[in-house]
T-cell receptor, first 114, second 112 residues
Framework: AQSVTQLGSHVSVSEGALVLLRCNYS??????LFWYVQYPNQGLQLLLK??????LVKGINGFEAEFKKSETSFHLTKPSAHMSDAAEYFC????????????FGKGTTLSVSS | AAGVIQSPRHLIKEKRETATLKCYPI?????VYWYQQGPGQDPQFLIS???????DKGSIPDRFSAQQFSDYHSELNMSSLELGDSALYFC???????????FGSGTRLTVV
């Protein structure tokens, strides 16, 4: 079975600072990895995904993530935080098999201070 | 672009009542997934359907059942509701062979 572990349930940064949200995965077969963002009382919005190919993935709102197989990691970064980035971020994993569900990590709350 | 449609958006039920949540996937998406997200929790996978057959099962209580119909829409039926069932219920759809899971806006169920 697949799983993800998000290190740090809460991350606080200053506006303009680097954002780093950590995600490690476990999968016995090549994984597909995702990052979603959720604002209060809203749904899940896809930030970016890794399936195959280039290991550095660029997403929306200036976010990017790098798939590192040797470290089983898929950390999310953004060079300069903005106040509007404050939200809950979920890392998720699945595999390429019909009907297989997306499994989420526990989430990381990102706070951005001015 | 068409999105995943969930109805209703909000639902209030009393304990021991039943509830039915509906999900309309993106056209040509053949797989539907149901998730439950409690307050401050991560989305928990409940059940999925691929081509109208159950394809994967997660932590779905026996009181819940679901199915996917010929038009690919899906319904989650919840009986003997408990206070702990209060949560945001998401539906996601995917086209087999595609990479994206598209989520609906969710149904917020409150059990009182």
């Amino acid at each position: 079975a697949q799983s993800v572990t998000q290190l740090g349930s809460h991350v606080s940064v200053s506006e303009g600072a680097l954002v780093l949200l950590r995600c490690n995965y476990s999968s016995s077969v090549p994984p597909y990895l995702f990052w979603y963002v959720q604002y209060p009382n809203q749904g899940l919005q896809l930030l970016l995904k890794y399936t195959t190919g280039a290991t550095l993935v660029k997403g929306i709102n200036g976010f990017e993530a790098e798939f590192k197989k040797s470290e089983t990691s898929f950390h999310l970064t953004k060079p300069s935080a903005h106040m509007s980035d404050a939200a809950e971020y979920f890392c998720a994993v699945t595999i390429n098999q019909a009907g297989t569900a997306l499994i989420f990590g526990k989430g990381t709350t990102l706070s951005v201070s001015s | 672009a068409a999105g995943v449609i969930q109805s209703p958006r909000h639902l209030i039920k009393e304990k021991r009542e039943t509830a039915t949540l509906k999900c309309y996937p993106i056209p040509r998406h053949d797989t539907v997934y149901w998730y439950q997200q409690g307050p401050g929790q991560d989305p928990q996978f409940l059940i999925s359907f691929y081509e109208k057959m159950q394809s994967d099962k997660g932590s779905i209580p026996d009181r819940f059942s679901a199915q996917q119909f010929s038009d690919y829409h899906s319904e989650l039926n919840m009986s003997s509701l408990e206070l702990g069932d209060s949560a945001l219920y998401f539906c996601a759809s995917r086209r087999q062979g595609g990479y994206g899971y598209t989520f609906g806006s969710g149904t917020r169920l409150t059990v009182v």
